[in-house]
């Protein structure tokens, strides 16, 4: 087996593993390129997040609950106090997609606490040369959901407000109706922040996250772990914020989606 420079494992562990749709092959970066390891990886961690909320509910007693149903009743009322204490709209969607997002970025997140080389170990067992393990050290995945939220936004500012209403917003604010151009420029501005901003933070906290613990992995064995271990400790806390923060600013600009100025 050849030895790789630090550089080449830094490359490699950084390497998707994508598949081109329009040349139906491996390893090509063109514009229908999917990442199969992003995508793999994510579906089957909603697939476990959903089974263990279908188990919990289907478990659920009025009696004395056992362990997975009070972590999963926790959790829904703490996702549903903050849905209550800044959503200021009235919808049944909002606190069911808060709390999926949360679980499911947190998730997403938590794959980086894993070993750098376990999954791509694995992967190669089964002939794929390369495997990327964090979904939200992704940039598309991060901005699929990022889009996804920015979708709901416009459609709640439509069915709120109105074509008049919201046309009526863009034209009129914040410099009234004679300064048009500059508040259509600014409500531009605004609204394309929004996903920008929720992609690129996830993303970035991530990306320099598993580019830690890769370079963590090429230092010497004796001391890795005490490195790695303060760097997992810290990173517990990196992940669980950014998993509520894009939880949160959903929270906020869809409720933002459902107020007029």
Known sequence: MQLQTSGEYIQHHLHQLAFDLHGMALGANGFWTFHLDTM????????????????????????TPGKLQNFVEILVEFVQNLVKESFHGKSKLIAPL??????????????????VDLIPRI???FGLPYFRAVPTADVNMTFALSITV??????????????KGVGKEMFTFPFGIW????????????????????ALRLFGNLFAGELIFILIAIIPWWI??????????????????????????????????????
């Not at 990886?41 to 279908?54: D, K, P, Q, W, Y």
């Not at 048009?180 to 901003?197: A, G, H, T, V």
């Open 123 to 125: 992967a190669r067992i």
């Open 224 to 261: 890795q772990w005490t490195v790695g271990g303060i760097w997992a400790i810290f990173h517990i806390l990196i992940i669980t914020i950014q998993a509520f923060i894009f939880m949160m600013l959903t929270i906020v600009y869809l409720s933002m989606a459902h107020e007029s100025h």
């Open 40 to 63: 793999g990886i994510s579906i089957v961690l909603g697939v476990i997040a959903l089974t263990l909320f279908r188990l919990a509910a289907r478990k659920a007693t009025s009696g």
């Open 179 to 198: 300064f048009f151009p500059f508040n259509i420029l600014l409500r531009l501005i605004e609204e394309l922040s929004k996903p920008i901003s929720l």
């Open 150 to 163: 920015f979708l709901l936004i416009v459609f709640y500012n439509f069915k709120i407000k109105g074509i």
């Open 98 to 115: 808060a709390l999926t997002i949360f679980v499911w970025v947190f998730l997403m997140n938590f794959i980086d606490l894993l070993p």
